[in-house]
């Protein structure tokens, strides 16, 4: 059988990656997915419903941390994957080093084409970049190579590949002791990361303070140990002990507001008020907000304060049906599945 390898090193990516194992099962495939230890990721696999293989663990802040991490992770894919006729992965170093050093078939996902490291090291060595069409082609072309590298796009969104057709489960509310539209999920920014050098983070528990200030309660979700240890024992703040299913987390709550941008996304997709304090504006973002999706951009906890205070007086009152907009979209499993086909078959 057709073996297909699926890589994934954030939680956003194992959620996707999860999502897209079971589709191309469904079409004829034997799955391998790889996770990196890091944050919710091995988790949000597992409540997907599908088993990963943790490879390598994360780098740290430093440049010298993320390469040893990165190399020793190479190693530990090599003698994993041997035998996959197709990898699938966002822009991975690790991950593509590892496909095209073993000769597969690289497809690489993105929606960040301002993550300029990863996709510097991954892109050019994938034989296909796939990405919304909401974002424009001149941003990725940079990274591709021409001669090597072919660029397909679909219209929609990567969040799309778990939220279209979703239903909700009210489970995880009973689980934390939560009531609908009584809380606000709160995700702190990935200050580590690439794109956060020589920004200065949004200090973001000032926010959680005014939050439960107004009665409501937080479920906070920390990327960093220090980040849940900065919330210790305030008052209505539930830290998960574990991960539970991001999306119906995200569908009850009055509202979410992330440090980064994918989650706020997400919670805009499924009609929810999402408040993203991620540093700039993303074209996919501007898009979803075109199609009425309550997703709002703030530049500072302050900002973020102003709408969500306003959010927060009628909860329903800003939420949105998004389901007929979604049915219109593509999922970026319509162009995966086919190309992995055609690798599949080509080798």
């Not at 929606?111 to 034989?127: C, E, K, N």
């Not at 303070?209 to 919330?231: D, F, H, N, S």
């Not at 008052?235 to 002990?241: A, D, K, L, N, Y």
Request: charged share 25%; aromatic share 8%.
């Amino acid at each position: 059988m057709r073996l297909a390898w699926l890589d994934a090193l954030t939680p956003k990516q194992a959620q996707l990656m999860a999502w897209l194992a079971r589709r191309l099962a469904g079409a004829g495939f034997r799955v391998l997915l790889t996770v990196r230890s890091y944050d919710y990721t091995v988790g949000v696999a597992g409540v997907s419903g599908v088993e990963a293989i943790v490879v390598g663990g994360y780098g740290g802040g430093s440049l010298e941390g993320k390469l040893r991490a990165s190399a020793e992770r190479i190693l530990g894919l090599a003698g994993r994957v041997g035998g996959a006729c197709v990898a699938v992965m966002y822009p991975s170093p690790s991950g593509a080093r590892t496909a095209y050093g073993l000769g597969i078939p690289l497809i690489v996902l993105s929606d960040s084409p301002h993550s300029v490291p990863a996709h510097r090291l991954a892109v050019p060595l994938s034989d296909y970049l796939v990405h919304s069409s909401f974002i424009p082609g001149r941003l990725f072309e940079r990274y591709v190579l021409g001669a090597y590298t072919r660029r397909l796009t679909y219209r929609g969104f990567d969040e799309l590949e778990y939220i279209a057709g979703y239903r909700p489960s009210r489970r995880v509310l009973g689980e934390l002791g939560l009531e609908e539209y009584g809380y606000v999920v709160v995700r702190p920014p990935e200050y580590k990361a690439a794109y956060y050098h020589g920004r200065r983070r949004p200090e973001i528990e000032r926010l959680v303070e005014k939050i439960t200030g107004m009665g409501y309660r937080v479920v906070y979700l920390p990327r960093y140990p220090e980040q849940a240890e900065a919330v210790k024992g305030m008052r209505g703040v539930i830290v998960p002990e574990r991960a539970v299913k991001g999306l119906d987390l995200e569908a009850w709550a009055a509202a979410v507001v992330t440090g980064g941008a994918s989650m706020a996304r997400e919670a805009a997709l499924l009609g929810t008020p999402g408040i993203s304090l991620y540093p700039g504006r993303l074209h996919v973002d501007e898009a979803v907000e075109r199609l009425g999706a309550p997703l709002h951009h703030a530049g500072s906890p302050m900002d973020a304060w102003r709408i969500l205070r306003e959010v927060l007086r009628s909860p329903e009152k800003h939420r949105r049906c998004m389901r007929g907009v979604l049915g219109l979209l593509e999922k970026p499993s319509d162009i995966v599945i086919p190309l992995a086909e055609r690798a599949c078959k080509n080798t």
